[in-house]
């Protein structure tokens, strides 16, 4: 298939009916076949139907995101809502037919068993009786991504989208960034109370949905939903006591150095981001030669001229730079149809902008290389530690060539980026304990949520001094993160990839040509298998081991001369 353009790639919204008629229809056919051969055609044409929707779905949300001052595309994100949980329903129909087959056996040597373990996950996790509350639920997680991309922070007499934000915050002038996290602080205090409201609506639309299926409570479907196969919340914990008992005190040090660094008597919380004296590092090129240097990265990385990020680009796959009526944040989202992936980013000439593109350079990366790893659209994507694996690991592997953006400041580009993702990591534990407090709690008060975020920040992040803002003294920090609202336990995915992904650098330093098979091999294999599965294929150990966070700490201590 010739590659098209993006632009050319025309939006039309997916019909439910066809949907629903392809569906029925998939399904008696499972239920009656006899042969595998029926079966297998039968799931091509389900696949189809399914793959037209999903594509359509995620150009959606890419147009809407672009321009969020399209009323048309928002008009149709809000579509979605309903039509998601219908489509989720009539798919978990086709699988539990599949599941109930009576030649299972001999479907499950022809397709692998991994397709059976999502049937049943989906069978797990949806039913038509909590249709409307998953429509429910989308609609919050909109308004609550709406609010954002419709804020503006007010700013010594401007105003600015959030995302814009991002250069003040770590200003070095003192005053002025001080100011600077004072007016978004502002904005979320003056909205707390609605970002309350929404999340206490989802913490008891979730917890009654789990009511609905059988769980205990929404701990147990979210770990469902994130397809835990092979660990559980106790293992979870594990981890999470030993990121406070090897990295913490890390971290600690890391801001007790930054202080004297900055010759500050205190460390406040708007000095948190600048880690040096005059300041962090900056790319030395513009936004708009980010697709160059880019280009030169990855050619150089895959031995490849042109490189998987050219072919995006000269397609028109990237929206990097950022800008007003534009949602927040990055992602990278795959158009199944084409089998390709789109990149959003919102850079403003930022050192994290940097980190955020080869982020979702490396997802899509993965999404590339995967495309042909199963019949199953379902199984083509790995669960998502695994997926933020390929990105995570993909900031690592292009340590040696971030001279590409950073010239004789990429040295201290790569010490800023090992010293954040050190200090992501409790900050990542503590999202997740929060939400796992807060789910089996659900009755629990605004305030109490507010209360037990700022205890774990006492735990996890000792160093915090909030200089009497009452906003963040009273516990409203988490209000901040998209991911509690969205993507329930969604945080410890990038924890678990944080520490594998070291887990690569180290071999890098060692044996970059190694290290650089190993990546190419867990991309390659797409969702074939659990997460522990695909770790032990690819010769990579696990993160639950605390040998490994050890390990890893150690070495990136030597590396930070800690
Ligand atoms: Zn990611």
């Known amino acids: 298939m010739e590659m098209p353009n993006f632009n050319d790639i025309l939006y039309e919204r997916p019909s439910l009916e066809q949907f629903r008629d392809c569906a029925l ?88 068993s991994m397709i ?3 049937a049943q996950n989906r069978k797990d996790t949806v039913s038509t009786e909590i249709i409307n509350d998953l429509a429910e639920e989308a609609s919050l997680q909109n308004e609550y991504d709406q609010i954002l991309s419709d804020s503006l922070i007010h700013f010594r007499g401007q105003d600015y989208s959030y995302s814009m934000m991002d250069p003040f915050l770590e200003s070095t002038d003192r005053e002025y960034r001080k100011e600077a996290h004072e007016a978004v602080s502002h904005f979320y205090s003056e909205n707390s109370s609605r970002f309350d409201n929404i999340f206490d609506q989802l913490v008891k639309l979730r917890s009654s949905i789990s009511t609905k299926l059988s769980y205990p409570s929404f701990v147990e479907l979210g770990y469902k939903r994130m397809e835990r196969y092979d ?29 004297n660094r900055l010759g500050v008597s205190e460390l406040k919380y708007y000095d948190l981001p600048v880690i040096f004296a005059n300041g962090n590092p900056k790319p030395c090129i ?19 001229d042109p490189s998987f990020y050219d072919v995006l680009y000269q397609h028109g796959f990237t929206d990097l730079k950022a800008r007003k009526a534009k949602s927040t944040g990055g992602y990278c989202a795959t158009l199944v149809d084409y089998g390709i992936p789109f990149i959003f980013t919102n850079a403003n000439g930022m050192s994290d902008d940097v980190t955020t593109l080869i982020h979702e350079a490396g997802h899509a990366y993965a999404a590339i290389r995967s495309v042909d790893s199963s019949a199953f659209i379902e199984c083509i994507s790995p669960t998502l530690e695994t997926c ?38 409790p900050y990542g534990c503590m999202v997740d304990e929060f939400q796992h407090l807060v789910y089996s709690n659900p009755e629990m008060s605004c305030e109490n949520r507010h209360q037990i975020w700022r205890e774990l920040e006492e735990k996890y992040q000792p160093f915090l001094d909030y200089d009497h803002m009452n906003f963040y003294e009273k516990g409203g920090a988490w209000q901040k993160k998209g991911h509690i609202y969205t993507d329930p336990f969604y945080y410890i995915d990038y924890c678990l990839a944080q520490v594998v992904s070291l887990e690569l650098w180290d071999m890098s330093r060692e044996n970059p040509k190694k290290a650089l098979r190993v990546y190419d091999q867990l991309c390659m294999e797409g969702g074939n298998a659990t997460f522990l599965e695909l770790l032990a294929k690819a010769g990579l150990e696990s993160p639950f081991s605390t040998d490994i966070i050890k390990r890893v700490a150690y070495r990136a201590c030597d590396f930070l001369n800690l």
């Open 116 to 118: 059976f373990l999502k």
């Open 286 to 304: 513009s936004v708009d030669q980010f697709h160059g240097a880019a280009s030169r990265m990855f050619q150089t990385i895959f031995e490849k």
């Open 231 to 259: 660990y559980t919340p106790e293992m979870v914990l594990q981890f999470r006591q030993n990121i406070l008992k090897y990295i913490v005190p890390i971290t600690t040090e890391i801001r007790r150095l930054q202080q």
């Open 25 to 112: 229809r998939v399904r008696l056919k499972i239920m009656t076949a006899h042969t595998e051969g029926v079966v297998a055609a039968a799931l091509a044409e389900f696949q189809k139907e399914l793959s037209h929707f999903e594509t359509h779905s995620a150009l959606c949300r890419i147009k809407h995101d672009t321009d969020t001052s399209d009323p048309f595309y928002l008009d149709e994100l809000s579509y979605f809502e309903m039509a998601d949980a219908v489509v989720s329903d009539l798919s978990s129909g086709v699988y539990s037919a599949l599941l109930s087959s009576d030649i299972a056996d001999v479907l499950k040597a022809e397709f692998g």
């Open 388 to 425: 933020e694996i390929h990105s995570t690991a993909m900031e690592y592997l292009s340590y040696p060539y971030l001279e590409n953006f950073f010239a004789e400041d990429a040295d201290a580009c790569r010490q800023l980026h090992m010293t954040q993702s050190l200090l992501f990591l």
